[in-house]
């Protein structure tokens, strides 16, 4: 049972240019989590989504980022305009229907350089 | 969620026991105790979870006080590449937003 999986592993942007963060969930999990992590930070929540619902952006910056879980394929968070300041590692984890324990699986991140 | 408080650091030799501590004075009743960690850059791993028992799964055993406000989580015998940071992290049943704090540092060494 193949774990979360992410691509690209590592993305090189120039500013200005649009970067497309792929997350592809465990399998029987229907639930996906995208966190950040700038250089020498902890990780931060970003969003929460199921399929076709965003339940929880509270994390998002307000602009240029956007996440979307389709009824089919994998989630996909979409940076537009990139900046240096969006430099950062980004996971993305996955969690099975919620039943009261809810146990999030990450995956292996994927490294955003801004240049 | 309740927040968690952790020593930065800690060091264990290799082949012996780590015993890392959290303190949530503040947990509520429906809140989980759960324990992550990051190696080098990788993906959070999740290692385990509880909610008033004692834990034990192949990795590591959790220990709950009768109070649930404080825990410690055992890697019975630290190798090498348990170098990690540990994350104590109260979860509430609801969906699960993990809040991280900034854990603690551990080093095995030789």
Partial sequence: NAGVMQNPRHLVRRRGQEARLRCSPMKGHSHVYWYRQLPEEGLKFMVY???ENIIDESGMPKERFSA???KEGPSI???QQVVRGDS???FCASSPIHQGEITQYFGPGTRLLVL | DAKTTQPPSMDCAEGRAANLPCN???ISGNEYVY???QIHSQGPQY???GLKNNETNEMASLIITEDRKSSTLILPHATLRDTAVYYCIVVADSWGKLQFGAGTQVVVTP
Avoid: D, G, V
């Fill in chain 2, 24 to 26: 949530h004075s503040t």
């Fill in chain 1, 68 to 70: 979307e879980f389709p």
């Fill in chain 2, 47 to 49: 290692i385990i979870h």
């Fill in chain 1, 88 to 90: 950062a590692a980004y």
């Fill in chain 2, 35 to 37: 324990w992550y960690r």
């Fill in chain 1, 49 to 51: 989504l199921q399929k």
């Fill in chain 1, 77 to 79: 968070l979409r940076i």
